[in-house]
């Protein structure tokens, strides 16, 4: 069983930046960030297996969001620049060692998401 907190949401206006931070518990391998605006559907953000070397982002995000973590502290991290009112949701970390990179997916555990509002 994996256990997730991530912290670090908050208030900021267009054009800011927010980092955002998740430890994890238990067997974690590949992690990843996904995001659920309003009315809207869970969405993946980006991903980063277990020894960083490889990294992936949804299109919206590239250029703008990186993913990193520190396997001795337990944490994974997102760095959010240039932030939009469209990046506005909570956000979840989330950690599933089984599937492979091409296609992975969430695993069955959420932490409580921190919400991110981005005002205009």
């Known amino acids: 069983q994996v256990q997730l907190v991530e912290s670090g949401g908050g208030l900021v206006q267009t054009g800011g930046s927010l980092t955002l931070s998740c430890v994890a518990s238990?067997?974690?391998?590949?992690m990843g960030w996904f995001r659920q605006a309003p009315g809207k559907e869970r969405e993946f953000v980006a991903q980063?297996?277990?020894?960083?070397?490889?990294?992936y982002y949804t299109q919206s995000v590239k250029g703008r969001f990186t993913i990193s973590r520190d396997n001795a502290k337990n944490t994974v991290y997102l760095q959010m620049n240039s932030l939009k009112p469209e990046d506005t949701a909570v956000y979840y970390c989330?950690?599933?060692?089984?599937?492979?990179?091409?296609?992975?997916?969430?695993?069955?555990?959420w932490g409580q998401g921190t919400q991110v509002t981005v005002s205009s």
């Open positions: 989330n950690a599933n060692p089984f599937t492979p990179w091409d296609t992975w997916d969430a695993g069955d555990y």
């Open positions: 238990g067997r974690t391998g590949t």
């Open positions: 980063i297996n277990w020894s960083s070397s490889t990294t």
